[in-house]
T-cell receptor
Framework: DVKVTQSSRYLVKRTGEKVFLECVQDMDHENMFWYRQDPGLGLRLIYFSYDVKMKEKGDIPEGYSVSREKKERFSLILESASTNQTSMYLC?????????FGDGTRLSIL | GDSVTQMEGPVTLSEEAFLTINCTYTATGYPSLFWYVQYPGEGLQLLLKATKADDKGSNKGFEATYRKETTSFHLEKGSVQVSDSAVYFCALTRSGGGADGLTFGKGTHLIIQP
């Protein structure tokens, strides 16, 4: 079974901090994704990657960056955290169209 | 751009009732369509999918048929259980290889009462 592991379930950070969210998958999937989930807005795509060192902007990339140095690991970076980035962040991986999700990181920016 | 519209709820039903959650989409070409389910405190799980018109996806008693003429992919179940209580997301992708990510609806919160 595919396992997508996000490093933290809950995280509290302060405004202006640089924040790293880590995601690891164990199925050698080419594609990896970062979404944020907000009540009434559903899931929105932040960034995705289809290969090591490759990255593409999704629908809401502003204020975020990503890193994919190894195939199994995809990191989301908040360069200077702001309160409007308080949200649930979900990582996913896929070989073709079927995406497998981690359990999410609930991030609070104070 | 692509979009997915679904009823937001909450939808509250009694156990053994018939379930329909409506989903319609806007996209060019022939997208693949999905239903994902999110149980409390967990990530999303793929429930079912359909990749071409008139395909029916099914899993765990849930079904949905890809209707190109009405651009719809409604989720149905004949007899719901308390354990079906969750948030359900309709989604689509136009990427055959899956590299471009999914476009999601806002989710429908389903509550099943015993």
């Amino acid at each position: 079974d595919v396992k997508v592991t996000q490093s933290s379930r809950y995280l509290v950070k302060r405004t202006g901090e640089k924040v790293f969210l880590e995601c690891v998958q164990d199925m050698d999937h080419e594609n990896m994704f970062w979404y944020r989930q907000d009540p009434g807005l559903g899931l929105r795509l932040i960034y995705f990657s289809y290969d090591v060192k490759m990255k593409e902007k999704g629908d809401i990339p502003e204020g975020y960056s990503v890193s994919r140095e190894k195939k199994e690991r995809f990191s989301l970076i908040l360069e200077s955290a702001s309160t409007n980035q308080t949200s649930m962040y979900l990582c996913a991986s896929s070989y073709l169209q079927d995406q497998h999700f981690g359990d999410g990181t609930r991030l609070s920016i104070l | 751009g692509d979009s997915v519209t679904q009823m937001e709820g909450p939808v509250t039903l009694s156990e053994e009732a018939f379930l329909t959650i409506n989903c319609t989409y806007t996209a060019t070409g022939y997208p693949s369509l999905f239903w994902y389910v999110q149980y409390p405190g967990e990530g999303l799980q793929l429930l079912l999918k359909a990749t071409k018109a008139d395909d029916k996806g099914s899993n765990k008693g849930f079904e949905a048929t890809y209707r190109k003429e009405t651009t719809s992919f409604h989720l149905e179940k004949g007899s719901v259980q308390v354990s079906d209580s969750a948030v359900y997301f309709c989604a689509l992708t136009r990427s055959g290889g899956g590299a471009d990510g999914l476009t999601f609806g806002k989710g429908t919160h389903l509550i099943i009462q015993p």
